[in-house]
């Protein structure tokens, strides 16, 4: 689930472990670090954005982010 | 095998057809009825299909495995030549300011951008390491002519050089035009170097997408296109790249081709290397709207083309894939090209992948002082370059196109970061598609554009030998 | 949830629709290759349980169908589960061929016998050949 949250300027997503493993959640987040800050707890990501004008958005990105990660795993 | 056997093919629709296609490069339309038989194994009733399938290598048996196989051996045939495309650029400045320079160009004015003569003589040196027969050297910059004498120079020395060698050697130039003279021109048509500029429109589009410092782009560029084509009877090419500002002008742009007695057109979309990416918000567009301007003007130039017989270079390069004939265009190579087919040296000795590739470190593989061709081209550098340029991700493989297209890792890392591309949102991947449609398209239709593709994959103008490329293989 | 419209395994939402998929027909490696194909239009999020249920939760980019997305991705599950499937059936005649295509190419071994090869810097050695040692 994507939850955004604007009065604390974060986005909140829950993933599944099973469907984004460890590693592409860990390069994901890396890649997008010029962008926002990560906490992550277990299954739990709370999405940070430099901007404020990120917030709508970003989040969403980030999981595309992932997917195609997944789907390029073997490429890279 | 003594019985026909199904090869691997992949399937796209095309109106109410469905077009096929192979590993080899082979491609059949059949409407739904005879596609039906193929797919469900059902043969036996229309032997005519079935000989049709066969010849065409989707039926595979003792008798055509081998045809099969050399079609196969002639579409990785360049992996084996050596590279034979060499772009050296002898000065990075430049007096235009193009909008969608790829070459991250510097002022006219500036110093250390020009290559040496030692540079050059060790360029010429390494180029003449490979093992292909075909040697072309390409002059791109950055505004070439700005350094003259080293073109002089070089073309001079590799002639000398190549006295030992006897590979067949050639020379290209890509141009602005605005330093030619008609010293220079002489001796570029004495050694018989191709020459290819830019011309992007009428004279205010031109001018607003390449601005030159010192006076009139478009003027000095259509004076040098009359003077060399009718005064030196001699041929020179011409491109143009599309910037949002073109969209709405593909009449006049074909016109303006037309006007200057240029035969064919190439019209090129942007790509995100260079300045390009600074002023993207200015010039860009999506690929909608490019496939909209171009399948427009595709029809256009259809349309005048009995009276005014000028030739689109994308479609020619799309024919010559669908018919199996050579043609380097590299876009169209999977493995690009890069390193394999081209190499790129910068003023400095720098070599690069290619010359997409001599905007970004990442591409840089070595430097002439420093490296043999050897080296360069065993280097895991220059492997994992190769690797990455190879259509086999998941939705290029299972894309019907996949046989006659191509991936360019440069592209996809000034576009995403990364040398593998988010396909779905690839602007190139998109555009390519679009045109593969078009012509597919046109292709399964009656009338004139069916008449004037016919034609031209009749009687194609973009074939070379692997090795010995089509002037504007790089563009 | 307001506005909730139920058509097949396909979930209309307000703002996204949620596409319910079995994974026992079609895997998760299918899964991923169709939900990536949406990239372009829609934000898409995979949840659920990888052994029971997959669910895809599709966010519209801009003006998309809900519907028309989630009918997307149906047909591209479809798409590639016919090409695994096929890819695997064919996997050894594509193999066979490109090797006896890459393996000859360039090579009339008759001919080479006869010739002197010109290779001084040793391009024309096989890779395995060079590298064997070094494994």
């Known amino acids: 689930m994507i939850k955004i949250d604007k009065d604390k300027n974060q986005i909140n997503i829950s993933l599944n472990n099973h469907l984004y493993n460890d590693s592409i959640i860990n390069r994901a987040m890396k890649d997008f670090e010029s962008v926002c800050e990560f906490k992550k707890d277990n299954d739990h990501i709370i999405i940070i954005p430099k901007k404020q004008k990120d917030i709508e958005l970003i989040g969403y990105e980030f999981c595309n982010y992932m997917l195609g990660l997944i789907n390029n795993q073997g490429n890279l | 095998m003594s019985q026909s056997i199904y090869n691997h093919y992949r399937e796209r629709k095309i109106g109410d057809s469905h077009l096929i296609t192979n590993d080899a490069g082979n491609w059949c339309i059949l409407d739904k009825t005879k596609f039906d038989m193929f797919r469900f194994g059902k043969l036996e009733n229309d032997l005519e299909l079935k000989n ?3 010849k065409k290598g989707f039926l595979i048996d003792n008798a055509n495995l081998q045809e099969i196989t050399d079609l196969t051996k002639t579409k990785f045939n360049y992996l084996f030549k050596g590279t034979s495309l060499h772009i050296v650029v002898p000065t990075l400045r430049c007096n235009h300011r193009c909008v969608y320079c790829h070459s991250n160009v510097v002022a006219q ?10 540079t050059a003589k060790k360029t010429v040196d390494f180029i003449f390491q490979s093992p292909s027969d075909t040697i072309t050297i390409e002059f791109q910059g950055g505004e070439p002519l700005l350094n003259y004498d080293i073109i002089e120079y070089i073309i001079e020395y590799a002639k000398e050089t190549n006295k030992k060698h006897k590979k067949l050697l050639g020379f290209d130039l890509v141009t602005n035009l605005s330093k030619m003279d008609d010293t220079i021109l002489k001796y570029l048509i004495k050694n018989k170097v191709g020459l290819c500029t830019s011309l992007d429109g009428p004279e205010k589009l031109h001018n607003k997408n390449r601005i030159y410092m010192g006076g009139n782009s478009y003027k000095d560029v259509v004076y040098w296109i009359k003077e060399i084509n009718e005064d030196y009877n001699y041929n020179i090419n011409a491109l ?16 303006e081709y037309v006007n200057n ?16 990416s600074k002023t993207a918000d200015k010039i860009n567009y999506s690929p909608k709207e490019y496939l909209d301007f171009w399948t427009k003007s595709m029809d256009y130039l259809v349309k005048i083309n009995k009276n005014h017989p000028i030739r689109d270079r994308m479609v020619e390069y ?9 043609c380097n265009y590299t876009d169209f190579q999977s493995p690009c090209g890069a390193v394999i087919g081209q190499l790129a040296y910068v003023q400095n000795g720098n070599i690069h992948t290619c010359d997409e590739g001599r905007q970004y470190e990442m591409f840089r593989l070595g430097n002439v002082f420093d490296n043999t061709y050897k080296e360069i081209l065993t280097s895991n550098q220059s492997c994992s370059m190769i690797a990455s340029s190879v259509n086999d991700t998941l939705l290029c493989d299972a894309c019907a196109y996949k046989p006659f297209c191509g991936v360019c890792p440069v592209c996809n890392y000034a576009d995403s970061g990364s040398l ?10 998109l555009i390519y598609k679009g045109m593969f449609d078009y012509i597919f398209t046109k292709l399964n239709s009656v009338g004139p554009h069916k008449k004037l593709f016919d034609n031209w994959m009749e009687n194609l103008t973009v074939i070379s030998q692997p090795g010995r490329e089509d002037k504007t293989a790089s563009l | 949830m307001k506005d909730k419209n139920k058509i097949g395994n396909i979930e209309l939402h307000p703002d996204c629709a949620l596409v319910s998929i079995n994974p026992k027909i079609y895997g998760l490696d299918i899964i991923y290759a169709a939900a990536y194909t949406l ?9 659920g349980d990888p052994k029971t249920e997959v669910q895809v939760h599709i966010r519209p980019k801009s003006s998309e169908n809900l519907e028309e997305l989630g009918n997307k991705l149906n047909d591209e599950l479809l798409n590639y589960a016919v090409y695994k499937s096929q890819s695997e059936k064919n996997s050894g005649i594509r193999q066979a061929i490109i090797q006896r295509a890459l393996l000859t190419n360039g ?21 395995e050949e060079k590298y064997s040692s070094e494994r």
């Open chain 2, 52 to 54: 049709l399938l066969r």
């Open chain 2, 109 to 118: 004015h500036k110093k250390g951008y020009d290559m040496d003569m030692e």
């Open chain 2, 240 to 255: 143009m790249v599309t910037t949002r500002d073109s969209l709405p002008y593909y009449k006049e742009i074909i016109d």
């Open chain 2, 261 to 276: 007695n240029l035969n064919w057109i190439k019209l090129r979309f942007l790509s995100n290397l260079g300045f390009a």
């Open chain 2, 318 to 326: 799309i024919l010559a894939k669908l018919k199996g004939v050579w």
């Open chain 2, 420 to 429: 593998v591309s988010i396909l779905p949102r690839d602007q190139r991947c």
């Open chain 3, 39 to 47: 990239l372009d239009q829609a934000y898409v999020f995979l949840d």
């Open chain 3, 107 to 127: 090579f009339d071994i008759e001919d080479e016998m006869d010739d002197d090869l010109d290779d001084p810097e040793g391009i024309a050695i096989p890779w």
